[in-house]
């Protein structure tokens, strides 16, 4: 392709997109969340043939438009209230747009010299955020699953050396390696420990409190039965805004035990870790300074497109160094300077890192870290308000306290029976179905306690009271709907 027609395709279609994007953007507040397509009707949609010829850029476009958007979850609508998914920033999607124009290689600073630069003071950033120290570093991963990873390998190679070179059995750990979490931790903690040769049996998962806070007592009594047994604990992990409830663990006596018995203490702070930029809210992470390692997700509570995750290091980049440094022998002339520091494939797992730094560089000088906290600060506030509406609301009943932007709860009408567990867990997921199928909102259901609950975040910058009044409003129609056909 020539540079000419190249150049013109970008105006020709930069155009057709900022025409689509206003549009979508402009009918956020009315359109439907979800399409009523099904998994196999959209198959059926999308059952092309490998393309052989050429078609133009704008029938491709056109395709998106007719078939792609219209079957889209509506994540950056107002009305979204499901899992830690946000409306974007539009100075983050636009980032995205010129990262992927300037297509920067982060894998090696000579290949993306201001974009590693840029990365690494990201880095920083999200470190001073947390409260971390001079020495701290990270890396930024594709989200929080790889984050947590990261930490537990770190945590792994700290209480098992040799593990890296000479795999588990021949480091220097005894028995078998044991990871403490809540049982409300993410199911990412479930995978990094098969992924580290730990295995799933050795995920230790701590009851909770009546809140679904981590029991500490709990936890004191599994670490001494371990080491009673001759295994080794490797890592606690503690959660700052868990995936159901949004509730904060209590770090700081997390971080005692932690340092009690020498265990690697990681927070898992992928959606609450944006609290520390709250004056408000920020004392609710007391303890997040002392953790070894924590993890935190920008495309959650920071608005910046998917994908983009970090995980950070009290101590340092020295530490992600030990446990993932490799010169390969393209990369292995001595270009003298300390530029090697900013190889960042150095520092964790990705090798080809696209310029996602970019998006949070820009959204952090585009709202400050003030314009962040009045954001938190008015979605926290939305939800004590969606909160109380649902205290006052007979036949409903809070089951989860307002830590973060969570509010989880259950519709239980006197019909169904007090101990009918069964029933009410079906009546919980009807409930969400309708809302769903009324396209006026979207929620989502967990389960707490072996006890089916709905669940509601207040995801997007864009969510007023009105859209929280039109949601509880919601749920008293389809509700009482709900008993009329019992
Ligand atoms: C507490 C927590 N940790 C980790 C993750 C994983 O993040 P990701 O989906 O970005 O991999 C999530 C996702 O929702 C989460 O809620």
């Not at 000419?4 to 155009?15: F, Y």
């Not at 949004?246 to 932690?258: C, F, H, K, P, R």
Request: hydrophobic share 40%; charged share 30%.
């Amino acid at each position: 392709m020539m540079k000419e027609s190249l150049i013109a395709e970008h105006e020709r279609l930069g155009k057709w997109v900022v025409e689509w994007i206003i549009d979508y953007v402009r009918s956020l507040d009315e359109v439907r969340l979800c399409s009523e397509a099904t998994a196999s009707q959209l198959e059926k949609l999308f059952d092309e043939p490998l393309p052989r010829d050429r078609m133009s850029a704008e029938e491709v476009f056109e395709k998106f438009r007719l078939d792609v958007a219209p079957h889209a979850m509506n994540i950056p609508s107002p009305r979204y209230f499901g899992l830690f998914n946000p409306t974007p920033l539009a100075i983050g999607v636009w980032a995205d747009a010129l990262a992927s124009t300037i297509n920067q290689n982060g894998a090696v600073w000579r290949n993306s010299p201001s974009a590693s630069v840029i990365e690494t003071r990201v880095l920083g950033w999200l470190c001073e955020i947390i409260g971390y120290g001079e020495k701290s570093f990270g890396t930024l991963t594709s989200g929080g699953s790889e984050a947590n990873l990261i930490a537990l390998k770190c945590a792994r190679d700290r209480a098992a050396e040799g593990a890296r070179d000479n795999g588990v059995r021949s480091s220097t750990a005894r028995g078998n390696l044991i990871v403490y979490a809540s049982e409300q931790c993410h199911y990412s903690f479930d995978k990094s420990v098969d992924i580290l040769g730990l295995g799933r049996a050795n995920l230790r998962k701590i009851e909770t409190d009546d809140r679904f806070h981590i029991r500490t007592d709990a936890l004191r009594r599994e670490i001494e039965n371990d080491l009673r047994s001759g295994d080794t604990p490797v890592c606690i992990a503690g959660a700052a805004g868990a995936t159901s409830t949004g509730v904060i663990d209590s770090l700081y006596e997390l971080a005692d035990i932690s340092d009690e018995y020498n265990i690697w203490f990681h927070v898992d702070a992928a959606y609450g870790g944006a609290l520390a930029l709250s004056e408000k809210h920020r004392e609710k992470l007391r303890g997040i300074e002392r953790a070894d390692s924590v993890t935190i997700d920008p495309h959650k509570w920071m608005f910046v497109p998917f994908a983009c995750g970090a995980v950070l290091v009290r101590d340092g980049g020295r530490v992600l160094r030990d446990g993932f440094d490799i010169t390969p022998e393209y990369m292995s002339e001595d270009r003298g300077g300390h530029d090697v520091e900013f190889d960042l494939l150095r520092y964790g797992q990705l090798g080809t890192r696209r310029f996602n730094a970019l998006k949070i560089w820009m959204a952090l000088k585009f709202l400050g870290t003030r314009g962040y906290a009045e954001i938190i600060d008015r979605q926290i506030e939305l939800t004590e308000y969606l909160a109380n509406l649902l205290d006052e609301m007979k036949d409903f009943e809070r089951v989860s306290p307002v830590e973060t932007a969570v509010c989880c709860f259950r519709f239980l009408p006197e019909k169904v029976g007090e101990k009918d567990y069964e029933a009410q867990d079906r009546l919980q997921l009807a409930l969400q179905q309708r809302v769903e199928r009324s396209g006026e909102a979207w929620i989502s259901t967990t389960v707490l306690k072996d006890r089916r609950a709905l669940r509601v975040n207040i995801n997007s910058f864009l969510t007023e009271r009105r859209h929280v009044d039109d949601l509880v409003e919601l749920l008293r129609r389809e509700s009482r709907k709900l008993i009329e056909v019992r």
